[in-house]
Structure formats: C-alpha cells, structure tokens
C-alpha cells in the first residue's frame, strides 16, 4: 500500500438546539490517499483492490479508534472511498467492500450491522459524505447520520481516497424513535 498522505479529522459536538449535551458526542474521520493500482487500465480481476481494502481498513480503522479515544466506545460507523479520474466506479467497490469490514470491527471490538457506505468518481478536493449507522443495529435512530470530508489535494488522477468514519454517542440531542 503507498500512502501519500493520511488525515484524521475529530468532531466534539457539546451543545444542540440551545441545549448542552449530557456528554460530548464524537466523530471521527480517517482518510487516506493511496495509489491505485489499477488506475488507467481496465482489469477484470480485482482481487489486488481486494486486498489493498483490508489493509486500508485496519490503519484507518485503528487511526480512528485512538482518535476518538479509550472513553468514547464506538456506536456508530461508516465508510467512503473517493476514485480519482483514472479509475473507476468498481475500483471503490472492490476496495470498501469484500474485505473492508473485518479489520474495521477489529479496531473498534465488534459490530454486528453492515458498515454503510458510499463512494464516487471525482478530482481533488471533492466530498465525501459516508453515512453512519449503529454498528450493531441498522435500525437504532439515534446513530443514524453523517460526516463529511475533503481533502483539497486528493484523490490524485491515479489515486483513492479512503475513508473511515466511527462515532461515540448518536446523533447530538437524538430524539426520533422508531414507530411502534
């Protein structure tokens, strides 16, 4: 895996809608530019995007868990690749998906619900935005969110902006419940 440049973003949110909060809530957002080893030609097999994918994973995954620190367990999750103009659309699904997931929920101890996800084809500079979930229940409410990065320099032509988003605490002041 050649990084050329890795960037962890922390979010502390202590007050929402006029209210302060009980505690903090936490986002945390690791990103990473990498070659792409594949950018500028079409190969069927992607099984070397594969692997790159797992090892993408567990730095960022470990990143972000140090980041959002030992007294903030992580609720929440999501994830995002960005494809440079020399890849393709597939180059992010083959690195965030097949074998993205494990090395995450070994960073952060568990997480039964699916990572969600996101990813597009774009120049340097442009977002992000990776959806979060609760990381062992896609229907909890409360986790249900978001978080946003760009990165002005990345993804180069022939590069993928990996990211990882882990979250302490649900949404500030979440207050929707499911119906029922």
């Avoid at 792409?36 to 567990?58: H, K």
């Avoid at 620190?69 to 103009?85: F, H, M, N, R, S």
């Amino acid at each position: 895996m050649e990084i050329r440049k890795l960037v962890v973003a922390v979010e502390e949110t202590y007050a929402s809608g006029g209210r302060a909060l009980e505690a903090p809530v936490r986002k945390v957002v690791a990103a990473a530019a990498i070659r792409n080893p594949l950018a500028g030609s079409y190969t069927a097999d992607l099984a070397e995007l594969e692997a790159l994918g797992a090892d993408v994973a567990a730095l960022l995954g470990q990143r972000a868990a140090a980041a959002l620190g030992p007294d903030a367990p992580v609720t929440g999750y999501g994830k995002g690749c960005i494809v440079g103009l020399a890849g393709e659309i597939e180059h992010a699904a083959a690195v965030i998906h097949p074998r993205f997931g494990a090395p995450v929920r070994a960073a952060i101890g568990g997480g039964a619900a699916i990572i969600p996800s996101t990813k597009l084809v774009a120049s340097a500079g442009a977002a992000i935005t990776m959806p979060i979930t609760n990381k062992d229940d896609i229907w909890s409410f409360n986790e249900m969110d978001a978080a946003t990065i760009a990165v002005t320099d990345a993804p180069l032509p022939d590069e993928l902006l990996v990211c990882v988003v882990l979250a302490a605490g649900g949404r500030p002041g979440a207050r929707t419940r499911k119906p029922g």
